[in-house]
């Protein structure tokens, strides 16, 4: 009974430490937002990375997310003759949920392992040492750029992946199933409100914030050389998978109530 108490307590004691570590990094981060020049090259070069580079990923998962949803919905209401609704749930879905959540977690596995892959090989070489000896921010020089360029580019790559989704979904209803376009984009329009876009928009900026800090971090906390650098890959990714997926149903009660039924 003691192991059992003193092995949760010991685990209840990591995450919490683990979780202060995140909130003084953010801190720290904001904090140079807003006091430090801001790095353009670095900053640019990341805007690239993350959102240039990642637009193939987030068009192809964005398509076939929507022309899945949209051929199984069908296939369900049309037993109630009410294929076409089809368009307002593939819509409503993809901008509050599936936009939101399958963006989020594969530029973690895209981004957030390359961050912590990045930033961890610097770490155990010895380079994030060298930039304080050179009196340079660590922080202010890997973090804060990554940070901005992610909070930028993940509402704009969501807002593609619901455009994507919505534009596939449509294709496959009107052109193989034989749904009337005419009412499938009546019934869309008529139940996708502002409301769900700006749900779909702030939750793409929260897992900008939860991918970013997750991940640098576990690049800035690397130890034992190259093992360490592919084992805080690996947690990177997990952890950030996990964090998007869990903060997701925080974040939908919580815009929910924000944005009751009938907001515009």
Not at 164 to 192: D, H, K
Request: hydrophobic content about 55%; some cysteine.
């Amino acid at each position: 009974m003691t192991r059992l108490i003193t092995a949760v307590g010991a685990a209840v004691v990591a995450l919490f430490t683990y979780l202060g570590e995140l909130v003084v990094l953010a801190a720290a981060t904001f904090g140079s937002i807003f006091t430090q020049k801001l790095r353009w090259r670095l900053f640019l070069n990341q805007i690239v990375e993350i959102g240039l580079r990642s637009q193939l990923v987030v068009v192809i998962t964005g398509a076939f997310t929507g022309a899945v949803f949209a051929a199984q919905t069908f296939f369900q209401f049309n037993k109630l003759g009410m294929g076409s609704a089809v368009g307002a749930v593939v819509s409503v879905s993809i901008c509050r949920e599936l936009g939101p959540v399958l963006t989020a977690l594969m530029v973690t596995g895209r981004v957030g392992a390359s961050m912590s892959a990045e930033i961890g090989t610097m770490k155990v070489t010895e380079q994030i040492d060298a930039l304080r000896a050179l009196a340079v921010n660590p922080i202010d020089y890997l973090v804060v750029p990554r940070a901005l360029a992610m909070m930028i580019s993940m509402p704009l790559l969501v807002a593609e992946c619901i455009g994507v989704g919505i534009a596939a979904g449509y294709f496959v209803a009107i052109t193989l199933l034989e749904v009337n376009g005419t009412y499938y984009v009546a019934n869309m329009v008529r139940w996708t409100g502002m409301r769900d876009i700006i749900m779909g928009l702030a939750k793409a900026f929260c897992f900008a914030l939860l991918i970013v800090f997750i991940s640098c971090h576990k690049g800035l906390t690397t130890r034992e050389g190259a093992v360490g650098v592919g084992q805080a890959t690996t947690q990177a990714v997990v952890d950030s998978s996990l964090a998007v997926l869990i903060f997701n149903f925080f974040l939908t009660m919580s815009l929910n109530i924000i944005f009751p039924a009938g907001y515009q």
